[in-house]
T-cell receptor, first 115, second 117 residues
């Protein structure tokens, strides 16, 4: 069964600090891994997308890493800001071609950045 | 900026009533998804369409849920009759997806918060 596990479930940090969120997955056949940011009351917004051959991708202060061998990914946030407070969702895509397009979502890590 | 538009943003209804949620995908996108989000389960796929054709609705309770795309600018999700356990946030997402594509972005609407009393 395809699964995506995220840790920690929630995290509280002080503004300006760095943090790292983890994602482990068992999804086959692997196509890509995405990190989304979801603000309260809004839909998820894409931060990064990584394919099998990519092991790191950055988007401003967000850097995602992917180890396809161990099926692990991390999202590192540098110099956190209050606006980083949100849920961060790891999503793994299985795409075997044709009409089959499956996304498996993690349950997210709720990040709170305090002043 | 192009965006996915969902209506209504909030809906409160009584058990047994019909609920219709609407979604306007981004113009030119060929794939539309319906998801449900709860605290316990996170985001779950209900159904998706490619070029308006339903491809997968295995995540939907068939006896009460139905999803349609009457045209390229409108996707609907109906619940009839609604039950308290249907209370959740329902998201629509769209993207231009190709078979074996690896890098396509999905764009989510702001969701419909549904409460069934």
């Amino acid at each position: 069964k395809n699964q995506v596990e995220q840790s920690p479930q929630s995290l509280i940090i002080l503004e300006g600090k760095n943090c790292t969120l983890q994602c482990n997955y068992t999804v086959s056949p692997f196509s890509n891994l995405r990190w989304y940011k979801q603000d309260t009351g809004r839909g998820p917004v894409s931060l990064t997308i990584m394919t099998f051959s990519e092991n790191t991708k950055s988007n401003g202060r967000y850097t995602a890493t992917l180890d396809a061998d161990t099926k692990q990914s991390s999202l590192h946030i540098t110099a956190s800001q209050l606006s980083d407070s949100a849920s961060y969702i790891c999503v793994v895509s299985a795409n075997s071609g044709g009409s089959n397009y499956k996304l498996t979502f993690g349950k997210g890590t709720l990040l709170t950045v305090n002043p | 900026d192009a965006r996915v538009t969902q209506t209504p943003r909030h809906k409160v209804t009584e058990m047994g009533q019909e609920v219709t949620m609407r979604c306007q995908p981004i113009l030119g996108h060929n794939t539309v998804f319906w998801y449900r989000q709860t605290m316990m389960q996170g985001l779950e796929l209900l159904a998706y369409f490619r070029n308006r054709a339903p491809l997968d609705d295995s995540g939907m309770p068939k006896d009460r849920f139905s999803a349609e795309m009457p045209d390229a600018t409108l996707a609907t999700l109906k619940i009839q009759p609604s039950e308290p356990r249907d209370s959740a946030v329902y998201f629509c997402a769209s993207g231009f997806l190709i078979p074996r594509g690896t890098n396509e972005k999905l764009f989510f609407g702001s969701g419909t918060q549904l409460s069934v009393l």
